[in-house]
Structures are given as structure tokens and as C-alpha cells.
Nanobody, 116 residues
């Protein structure tokens, strides 16, 4: 069974940093595009960042551009989201996402809470 498991969530003060990890278990996700989405309290799930299967191309939501960095280590089947200069509005459940054609996988989510 393919599975994505996020880790690294927690509480942090505004201006701080946090790194999320997404470990892929099961079939190799090396050929999958990986991404991060988040769902703030009371809001819809929104796109945060994505990275191509080979790590060459990455994309960011305007709200995190310049503060967040997505990366991946295909040898470890793991994707990362480095979050710097965190703001209270970054508070959300963060979900890992993997996609290749019609195949889509989601992680269970990890909570990030940024206090002012």
C-alpha cells in the first residue's frame, strides 16, 4: 500500500523556521511530482509548493515565495518543505501530495502553529 507520512509539524514563534518531511512508503515515488498543500483553520485546502520528479522545477504560491523551499531526495523517497520567516497566517495543517498522471496520493497531514 502506497503511503505518504509527514513529520516535522509543531508550534513555532513568528519569524522562526520549521522543516517538514514527507516520507513515501510503498511504490517508488521517484517518478512522481511531489507537493505540499495546507488547510488553515476554517478555510479551504490550498496549494503551497510543488517539485518535479527530477527536482529540476519547483513552483510556489505567492504567499510563501521567498520564504519556503521545497526539495526532494529520491534516494530516500522523501520530500521536504523548509519554512523560514514564518507568520501566524502560515498556521495550518500541511499535507504532502504525490502525483503521476491519474495516480494521486495524500498524506494524513501535520499541524503547524505559528504564534505571534
Amino acid at each position: 500500500q502506497a503511503q505518504l507520512v509527514e513529520s516535522g509539524g509543531g508550534s513555532v514563534q513568528a519569524g522562526g523556521s520549521r522543516t517538514l518531511s514527507c516520507a513515501a512508503a510503498g511504490p517508488s515515488f521517484r517518478s512522481y511530482a511531489m507537493g505540499w498543500f495546507r488547510q488553515p483553520p476554517g478555510k479551504e485546502r490550498e496549494f503551497v509548493a510543488s517539485i518535479s520528479w527530477d527536482g529540476v522545477n519547483s513552483y510556489y504560491a505567492d504567499s510563501v515565495k521567498g520564504r519556503f523551499t521545497i526539495s526532494r531526495d529520491n534516494a530516500k523517497n522523501t520530500a521536504y518543505l523548509q519554512m523560514n520567516s514564518l507568520k501566524p497566517e502560515d498556521t495550518a495543517v500541511y499535507y504532502c501530495h504525490a502525483r503521476r498522471g491519474p495516480s494521486v496520493y495524500w498524506g494524513q497531514g501535520t499541524q503547524v502553529t505559528v504564534s505571534s
